[in-house]
């Protein structure tokens, strides 16, 4: 266990933290918005971060030893990332994934040497998993469950700490408002508890895809299933409340149609330079919505969102005008608004 500890701190020091990037709006000069670049950890994405805490967690909770199979639940990122952390432990890990996910983010499990196995329906994946580690006597990380504990939410370079340090120096160094997605639940859970601690005076506002549970648990706390799927945006958006999502640490929710997300992707995509996952788009659309509220009150402020994976992960799938055709998805109309916020600061 001491040897696997070390292996992991020695990668964590070997690695730099991630950008925060400005994404300017001209026409609001009084407000600036960042995104916190988690596409930029060498898995790819935000769940960097979250499998490190996992596998900590598991470590020094006596879950994880030498020879124990390590098996998740996972749409796909965070197995990518686990996978990562598991090859490097010499650890045989599995993915339980939804048959529906982006092909390059099953490559890049087989490519850390994670096996995947398939299930029909996002909600067979609890299941199969713990009855997958209760046959091969393994460990299931559970991350809907223990994302939110096994992140250190006071500091130990969580994502908040490292978002507050790095905005010391600009005009409004302390955020009005961060907003965030929710698949777990773990980072809104880590981001509010993080400002509270400090006393911050920054709000937390996740943006949810409108088929998800967890705008309707936040404004209903007797709401915690739904029958129907909870949209296409990849990490974010889930049928059933997941443990780690705590709804007293949110502020606010913002509901999302998935055009409205998909077409926010692809202007911020443009805008940047460089492609940018579904979940961002949610978020950029409910940042958007916020600085014109903001500008309208008079309000001069910072909002800080994140940028939670690479979208050449969606090349065939959110960046396909065939898929998007396929699944009815019309973005020309939400591209329009959301090109035109950054042009006009209204919304
Ligand atoms: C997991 C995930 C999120 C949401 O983060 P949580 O901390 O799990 O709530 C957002 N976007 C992507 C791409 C993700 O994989």
Redesign the pocket.
């Known amino acids: 266990m001491n040897w696997a500890i070390g292996r992991i701190e020695a990668d964590f020091t070997r690695s730099a933290d991630t950008h925060l990037i400005p994404l300017p709006v001209p026409a609001l000069p009084d407000i600036a918005i960042y995104l916190k670049d988690e596409s930029s950890h060498p898995t790819g994405?935000?769940?960097h971060r979250?499998a490190r805490s996992l596998f900590l967690y598991g470590l020094c909770n006596g879950w994880i030893c030498e020879g124990t199979p390590v098996i998740e639940a996972s749409?796909?990122?965070?197995a990518v990332s686990e996978a990562y952390f598991a090859q490097m432990l010499g650890l045989r890990f599995i993915a339980v994934v939804p048959r529906s996910t982006a092909k390059p983010k099953i490559d890049a499990i087989q490519f850390y040497s994670g096996e995947c196995h398939f299930v029909d329906a996002p909600g067979e994946m609890y299941a199969a998993a713990q009855a997958l580690a209760d046959d091969l006597g393994g460990h299931y990380i559970d991350?809907f469950t223990f994302?939110e504990r096994a992140t250190d939410w006071r500091a130990n370079n969580n994502i908040a700490e490292s978002i507050f340090a790095q905005m010391a120096r600009e005009p409004h160094p302390v955020p009005r408002w961060i907003v965030?997605?929710?698949?777990?639940?773990?980072?809104?859970?880590?981001i509010g508890r993080f400002a509270r601690y400090n006393r911050h005076d920054t709000k937390v506002c996740v943006a949810d895809p409108e088929g998800s549970v967890f705008h309707r648990h936040w404004a209903d706390r007797s709401v915690t299933r739904l029958e129907h799927p909870s949209g296409c945006?990849?990490?974010?958006g889930r049928q059933r409340v997941?443990p780690?999502?705590l709804p007293d640490v949110v502020d606010r929710m913002e509901a999302v149609p998935d055009a409205c997300s998909i077409a926010a992707a692809h202007e911020v995509s443009e805008r940047l330079g460089r492609r940018c996952?579904?979940?961002?788009g949610t978020n950029v659309w409910v940042c958007a919505m916020i600085a014109a509220e903001m500008a309208a009150r008079g309000e001069a402020g910072s909002i800080v969102s994140?940028l939670?994976?690479d979208g050449v992960r969606y090349a065939d799938t959110i960046f396909d005008d065939g898929w998007l055709e396929a699944k009815g998805l019309d973005v020309a109309e939400p591209r329009e608004r959301i090109s035109a916020f950054f042009d006009t600061g209204k919304f």
């Open positions: 994405s935000l769940k979250l749409s796909g990122s965070t991350q994302a965030c997605g929710a698949g777990t639940g773990g980072t809104s859970a880590t945006i990849e990490g974010i997941e780690s999502f996952g579904g979940s961002t994140i939670c994976d």
